[in-house]
């Protein structure tokens, strides 16, 4: 039956995915994609740290094609590590961040954890963040803490399909804690996020116009502009002989009072010249 082979392959990718959590640890692992092709099978890892994953030439990929070869009998398995670029949109990285960080502070400093990552988490444009860590967290009887910020859907299909949901476990000396991660992306349409279209452009319509009639407009238009000209070259004449007549005026008007004063001064020369004579003769 072809619905068996269905089963059987997806049991297979499931187990794959199971294989490469528990062997790739602190990487920064997201999920696995699984492509088959005539040349063999394409198994795409998306990770934060792909480095990690390659190791020094290449050995740990190497490793990796051989288990996948031998173990889960893959036909000539080709591995592919893809960069998650932005890692605090990713749920699963987050709690395995959160496991990390965890494993290597010690229960005493879960509050500080949560919060930090909580706070990153919001920082890259996410709609809410949901972190539960359950255990023996700070003492010995085991409890829930749950730290929550911004909205996020509980119920529904958006709850179901879009909301992304990532489990981790941290080993510590009390025990193990479980952690639950919930992150409800910035790119998700609600349903009642309504955004109104604008109103239709009225249709432009375009006239053709002839060659002839473009002629006649430029023709028109240079006319316009030479008689432009020409009025501004005739007023520009008339106020520089109005100017001029101005300044031969102001000139001319000295040169009358000079001789007025110099007919006044005449006489008086003349009536000093007689008085003096008179004098003389006197004498």
């Known amino acids: 039956m072809i619905e068996r082979e269905f089963v059987k392959q997806k049991l297979k990718e499931f187990e794959i995915r199971e294989y490469l959590e528990k062997n790739l640890k602190r990487v920064g692992y997201s999920t696995t994609k699984i492509k088959r092709s005539p040349l063999g099978d394409k198994v795409i890892i998306y990770a934060s740290r792909p480095g990690l994953i390659i190791g020094r030439q290449g050995a740990n990929i190497k490793t990796l094609t051989k288990a996948l070869k031998n173990r889960f009998k893959l036909e000539n398995p080709q ?36 919060h930090r990552v909580m706070t990153r988490v919001l920082e890259t444009g996410s709609l809410g963040v949901e972190i539960l860590i359950s255990g023996k967290i700070p003492s010995s009887r085991s409890k829930t803490w749950r730290f929550y910020a911004g909205y996020l859907k509980k119920c529904g299909d958006i709850a179901v399909s879009y909301v992304k949901k990532a489990y981790a476990t941290a ?69 520089t002989e109005k100017e001029e007549k101005k300044v031969v005026k102001k000139v001319a008007k000295p040169k009358k009072e000079t001789k007025k004063k110099a007919e006044e001064k005449k006489p008086a020369t003349k009536k000093k010249t007689a008085s003096s004579s008179k004098k003389k003769k006197e004498d």
């Not at 591995?79 to 998650?84: M, R, Y």
């Not at 949109?89 to 500080?112: C, M, S, T, W």
């Open 79 to 114: 591995i592919e590590i893809e960069e998650i670029k932005k890692i605090y949109e990713d749920a699963q990285i987050v709690a395995e961040e959160i496991a990390n960080n965890l494993e290597r502070y010690g229960p005493q400093r879960f509050k500080g954890i949560g």
């Open 171 to 239: 080993e510590l000396k009390t025990g193990t804690v479980g952690i639950i991660v919930k992150i409800m992306p910035s790119n998700i349409r609600l349903p009642y996020d309504i955004r109104l279209i604008g109103e239709p452009d009225e249709e432009v319509i375009e006239e053709v116009i002839e060659e002839k009639e473009v002629e006649k407009v430029e023709e028109e238009i240079k006319s316009v502009a030479e008689k432009q000209e020409e009025a501004t070259k005739e007023e520009v004449e008339k106020i």
